[in-house]
Structures are given as structure tokens and as C-alpha cells.
């Protein structure tokens, strides 16, 4: 299992992923957000093929598409951290955590 907590700047809609794989690469999502754009997105998803996901274009990634259909923010970084959940929970990357720094000069 992985699990992923997004917290996803000045929103302040925090999401948290938890992710399992069975033998197939098949990926149970459970994901719990206060942005009503996500609990759309999650409910499109509930499980993925992790083979199928990384393999895909972005434009045709089931999660991208949904969170397409669930009007999320073009810069909503909680789908980027559904597919490294997926591809951590399924043993195709290892953990490690990503940063975004902003600043405005």
C-alpha cells in the first residue's frame, strides 16, 4: 500500500490517497479530499491498472481524464500524486516525496 497526502497550496484542500495493488496491477484508489472537484474525480476512479496508466499519454490517462471531466484546476497536483500512488503501491517506483517551491520575484 502507499498512501499520499496533498496538500495543495492556497486552496487549502488537503486530499489524501491510499493505494493497493493486487496480482494483476489492478490499483484500489480510496481517496479523501474537501474540494468537491476531487470526491468527483475519486469516484470516476476507484481502481486503475497501473501497466495501463504509466503506459498512456497524459492526455489519455483515466485519471487525467477524469479529473478533466471533474472541471479540477489545470495546476491541481492531487492527480500528478494519484499516479505515484499507483505506480509506488504497484512496485513500479519507489517513494519519495515531491516538492513544489513558489515564489514570486
Same mark, same amino acid.
Given at each position: 500500500m502507499a498512501t499520499v497526502t496533498v496538500m495543495p497550496g492556497v486552496c487549502g484542500?488537503?486530499?489524501t490517497?491510499?493505494?493497493s495493488v493486487d496480482d494483476m496491477?489492478?490499483?484500489q484508489l480510496e481517496i479523501n479530499s474537501t474540494c468537491p472537484h476531487i470526491q468527483q474525480m475519486a469516484a470516476a476512479?476507484?481502481?486503475v491498472s497501473a501497466l495501463a496508466e504509466i503506459r498512456k499519454p497524459m492526455t489519455e490517462s483515466a485519471i487525467y481524464l477524469a479529473a478533466s #471531466? @471533474?472541471?479540477c484546476h489545470t495546476a491541481c497536483p492531487v492527480p500528478s500524486a494519484i499516479i505515484k500512488a499507483v505506480e509506488? #503501491? @504497484?512496485g513500479l517506483a519507489l517513494p519519495k516525496d515531491v516538492q513544489f517551491t513558489i515564489s514570486k520575484d
Open positions: 484542500m488537503e486530499t490517497i491510499k493505494s496491477y489492478n490499483v476512479v476507484p481502481q #471531466a @471533474a472541471k509506488v #503501491a @504497484a
